[in-house]
């Protein structure tokens, strides 16, 4: 007769885990808490099989093909492959996939409605008895109560729900048909509850008051799937598995892993012997979940650093962020570039482990080192985004090694537009993580390549000086408006990042009614703030700064002279008081003698012109009586400047198109030049052998020069479009954005 197949395997003896875990603890580099090796010792299958012989004293560790050690830029680990049952595991709500769905520890200004906030992770410790504090390989975290712990491993599940779309197979299926092909890694964490358990009417606790569980740092969607093959959820693994889930009746909590994983097991073989074997398209449970009964593991149980272990585990697996095999959300995975940016930093002595934790946003801003007793949250988040602005764009020549390395990036002098994107990126999305809602990183993309290259350099004076002197000072207001202004906006609304049409961007007027949606870029927004009144701008970002020290409430419109109205500032507004054609307000009325083209005239410009006839004289409107006494406003100057036939009116607005566009004609043609001027002197440098065409002062002054000759054109095409007459939007909007990065 067959032996009926029971894929679904019971916990081994208590003697066999007993042995297992004694085993682990003599095992050189093993250094884990024995309750973590108790909570998971359940789920293994066949754990004798791990274990070596017995040495002289009777002991035995675990065999030396079970180990693999895991080296990071953080510090290293010992893991041990074990074979799992397929339900163990628990989904890590700390998961840098995953970042964004949570309030960061970094924003000091307690708005948590949107959000919930993660309980702080820190190393697991224990008083030996000479006194010292020794640390062990595990976390540890406190959390308020039982059903705060629930809500956040349940959040942290329904969160990779909302990834899933980025996944171009159904990962739950593939392992009902397939299996789990790779291992997951997963690291040991305790839970302390703050608040105590509640009694029954025995006097004893209705819930355990501290909870183990190992946390899958790789392989949480798959724990996820598996789980939910299953039946169960990560919260019940680790809190306890409701009796109904196990062939039970009633509401009954299973809390003993050994117990709750028993009787799950015998249910499912029953289910699996009941619906007859295996069927790819059954619908049973224990069918479904045949293939995951048990699965390969790989268990964190030993660090040589572990109070770093935190930031070891979620560098193992930080690269898969970086360069994902799966898309992330562009927060996420900004973010998780840039925390990998800190840790190599801490690794190689460049940055305290301390402000890297703050600036990870692992830890509250007033813990960095210096922070000011008395600063308002404006001045918190400002600080830390500062701090990770020089991190990330160092001036310090072994910082910009390190991040050259960990990005894989050019060297210094050749860093692309694309590179200095991402890392403005990463600098937008961890700062973000100070704010109560995050906004399209894309929005940190204002710098030029060869303003950076060398790293960025700030002045080191702290914001409310900045606020208050940028009326009358040139530096300071500039340094508001290059690297503050942009996020705040953007933290309220009124800017966002520009999504590749005009159907992307988002506008309302005071009443609620659709604007008018203009497309600008964050470039023009800053270019804007500089070009008008200057106490209006730095009123505006007075009154950014005030909203934020005030609970984040909405800011309020800022009039001309720089003092706050009561209504409330939208992006309709700013962009009316700060426009995007030219980044200038347009002209007030026509004071005598002023050398500015009438109304009038510009209303022209945006008609289409009518061709000459030859039949039929022009008719033209002559234009207002102070228009007539203005001078015309001179062109450039240049050594092949054509010749202006008109000075008012539209035939001069049509001669200075035609100027415009030949002189564009002439830039192309000369910069095609320039180019066959150096392939020739390429060809002819190495036909003779010559190791160098240009002495080093002679290149960086071309150099130079093309650059500023960029800086200029890039913002050409927009100027062009602002004086434009407007085409009828079609269906896609005005410009597809194909290619665009798009928003979150």
């Known amino acids: 007769m067959a032996e009926v197949e029971r894929p679904f395997p019971l916990p081994a003896s208590r003697e066999e885990q007993e042995e297992w875990i004694e085993a682990a603890i003599a095992t050189p580099g093993a250094n884990v808490p024995r309750g973590a090796l108790s909570n998971i010792a359940p789920f293994l299958v066949e754990p004798k099989e791990l274990l070596g012989a017995a040495d002289a004293a009777g002991r035995r560790r675990l065999e030396d093909r079970a180990l693999r ?4 830029d953080a510090g290293d680990m010992t893991v041990v492959t074990v074979r799992m049952h397929g339900v163990g595991g628990i989904v890590w709500e700390n998961n840098e996939r995953i970042s964004s769905a949570w309030h960061s520890l970094a924003d000091p200004s307690g708005v948590t409605e949107q959000r919930r906030v993660l309980a702080r992770v820190h190393p697991w410790t224990r008083v030996t008895p000479d006194g010292r504090e020794e640390a062990y390989a595990a976390l540890r975290s406190t959390v308020a109560s039982r059903e705060d712990l629930i809500a956040d491993v349940e959040l942290a599940a329904e969160a990779l729900s909302g990834r899933v779309g980025h996944r171009p197979y159904d990962l739950r299926q593939d392992l009902i048909l397939n299996g789990q092909q790779e291992p997951g890694l997963y690291v040991a964490q305790h839970f302390q509850l703050d608040e105590a358990p509640l009694t029954g009417q025995d006097g004893e ?3 355990p008051a501290e909870h183990w569980g190992w946390m899958a740092v790789r392989g949480n969607n798959r724990t996820k799937a598996r789980q939910e093959i299953f039946g169960v959820t990560s919260a019940e693994v680790l809190t306890g598995v409701p009796l109904r889930k196990l062939g039970g009746d009633g509401d009954k909590f299973i809390f003993d892993v050994d117990e709750w994983l028993a009787r799950l097991s015998e249910s499912l073989n029953e289910e699996y012997l009941d619906a007859g074997g295996w069927d790819p398209d059954s619908t049973c449970r224990a069918v479904r979940a045949r293939n995951v009964a048990v699965v ?3 268990l964190v149980i030993g660090s040589t650093t572990p109070r770093r272990l935190y930031r070891i585990v979620q560098s193992s697996n930080r690269r898969d962020h970086v360069h994902p095999p799966l898309e992330f959300l562009h927060n996420d995975r900004s973010r998780a570039l840039a925390r990998s940016v800190l840790g190599a930093y801490v690794a190689a002595g460049r940055l305290d482990e301390r402000t890297a934790e703050v600036l990870s946003g692992s830890a509250p801003i007033t813990e960095l080192p210096g922070a000011p007793s008395d600063a308002t949250v404006s001045e918190l988040r400002d600080l830390r985004s500062m701090m990770l602005l020089t991190e990330l764009f160092p001036t310090d020549r072994e910082k910009r090694f390190v991040i050259r390395r960990v990005l894989s990036e050019s060297p210094p002098s050749q860093l692309t537009a694309p590179e200095v994107n991402q890392r403005a990126r990463a600098w937008s999305a961890l700062t ?10 894309r929005i940190g993309e204002m710098f030029q390549v060869s303003d950076v290259r060398e790293g960025i350099r700030l002045s080191g004076r702290p914001l409310r000086d900045l606020l208050a002197a940028a009326e009358t000072d040139d530096e300071a207001f500039e340094e508001l408006v290059s690297y503050r202004a942009a996020h705040w906006l953007a933290a309220f609304g009124i800017i966002d990042a520009d999504r590749g049409s005009l159907t992307g961007q988002k506008a309302d007027e005071d009443d609620g009614t659709e604007a008018t949606r203009v497309r600008r870029t964050v470039r023009n927004t800053l270019n804007a703030l500089r070009n008008n009144s200057r106490k209006q701008a730095v009123g505006v970002l007075r009154e950014l700064a005030l909203a934020m020290d005030q609970n984040d409430r909405p800011p309020l419109r800022v009039n001309r002279s720089g003092q706050p109205d009561v209504v409330p500032m ?3 507004w700013f962009n009316r008081e700060f426009p995007k054609e030219t980044g200038k307000r347009p002209n007030r009325p026509i004071v005598p003698g002023a050398r500015t083209a009438p109304p009038a005239m510009a209303v022209t410009a945006r008609q289409p012109a009518s061709p000459p006839s030859a039949s039929a004289p022009a008719v033209t409107t002559p234009p207002p ?10 062109l450039p100057t240049g050594p092949q400047q054509t010749t202006v036939l008109g000075t008012t009116g539209p035939s001069c607005l049509e001669q200075w198109a035609g100027e415009l566009k030949a002189r564009v004609g002439r830039l192309l043609d000369e910069s095609r030049l320039a180019k066959d001027v150096l392939d020739r002197m390429a060809d ?3 036909a003779d052998g010559v190791a160098s065409a240009f002495g080093r002062g002679q290149a960086d002054a071309i150099v130079r020069d093309v650059s500023r000759t960029l800086r200029v054109l890039r913002e050409l095409p927009e100027l062009v479009e ?3 007459e407007t085409e009828p939007e079609t269906e896609a909007g005005a410009g597809d954005g194909a290619g665009d990065e798009p928003g979150p």
């Open 205 to 207: 606790p209705l819930h």
């Open 570 to 572: 939208k992006a309709a």
């Open 432 to 441: 973000s993580e100070s704010y109560p809602k995050a906004w399209n990183p």
């Open 684 to 686: 002819r440098a190495r």
């Open 625 to 634: 009586p102070q228009a007539q006494a203005l001078p015309a406003a001179p």
């Open 722 to 724: 602002g004086l434009a």
């Open 69 to 72: 050690r895991i080296v990071t």
């Open 296 to 298: 390969q593991a790989h």
